[in-house]
């Protein structure tokens, strides 16, 4: 089987620093042969994903159903290592909600603030992104954005254009409820290989990917604990019934 990903930390200090803040970043740790086939993989999306436009919310585009478009994407849905890690944050009862392909080409806009719903009212049903930043991305190049401790408020209402429009409506005056310092806003960088896991609710953007880069190749995994119904669940009747090994009990919405 694959090796997916090298030897990393994830303790007590680790899931702490993750519930205070709302994401985590684990660079590097995904290995060369992984990244070399995520690579290929999120190569063949982008193609199917063309005719459709990398802006656009349409159903079932190859960029929102990455895994149902592409078998290497869907073996991973239950990889042995990225099981392990869904579950030591979320604990054993977990469920699969989305793979989504997130590449952005040269002169991408980036895109706007905003949060994602899940049982907004109620913190202990948790939902967890696991973005795979294959070539890793620079602040202002097509880089993530985040502020930490946003996602305490489980609001997933916000949106903003700018991050001048987040400073002066949702940002203004809000505190971080565990430290109660300011709210602010955070521009996060990736080497290549780089794990970032982010809660559902933490308030994120990106930032313009530059007119002459290369493609930002990045797919995320996401994993929940059932309980409510996710808006965010992009699968398919036949995909969810598909015989993939290791999806056991992980494919069905509750």
């Known amino acids: 089987m694959l090796k997916l990903l090298l030897p990393y930390v994830l303790g007590p200090r680790e899931k702490a620093e993750l519930d205070e803040r709302g994401h985590l970043a ?23 994903q063309e005719p459709f436009g990398y802006g656009r919310t349409t159903e079932r585009t190859p960029g929102k159903y990455a895994a149902e478009y592409d078998a ?4 991973l849905i239950g990889h042995p290592q990225l099981l392990e890690l869904a579950r030591s944050v979320l604990g054993n009862e ?4 989305h793979c989504v392909a997130l590449n952005r080409l040269a ?28 070539n890793g991305f620079e602040p202002e190049d097509g880089g993530l954005k985040a502020v930490p401790g946003s996602h305490l408020f489980r609001d ?9 429009e987040l400073q002066r409506t949702w940002l203004e005056g809000k505190r971080h409820p565990l430290t109660g310092e300011p709210l602010r806003i955070e521009r996060l960088s990736a080497p290549p290989a780089t794990v970032i896991l982010m809660w559902t609710h933490a308030l994120h953007g990106v930032t313009p990917r530059g007119p002459s880069s290369p493609t930002r190749w990045t797919v995320v995994y996401a994993y929940r604990n059932p309980g409510r119904p996710s808006r965010a669940r992009w699968i398919s009747e036949e995909f969810e019934h598909s015989p ?11």
């Open 26 to 48: 684990l660079p590097g740790i995904l290995t060369p042969q992984a990244c070399s086939l995520l690579t290929e993989a999120l190569g063949r999306i982008a193609v199917l």
């Open 107 to 134: 002169a991408n806009p980036g895109l706007r603030w905003h949060a994602h719903e899940y049982a907004d009212d109620d913190p202990s049903l948790r939902f967890l992104r696991i973005f795979f930043y294959v």
């Open 244 to 254: 993939l090994p290791g999806t056991e009990g992980l494919m069905s919405l509750y």
């Open 156 to 164: 997933s209402h916000v949106l903003a254009e700018t991050d001048e």
């Open 72 to 75: 290497f994407l869907a073996s």
């Open 94 to 97: 977990i469920r699969y909600d």
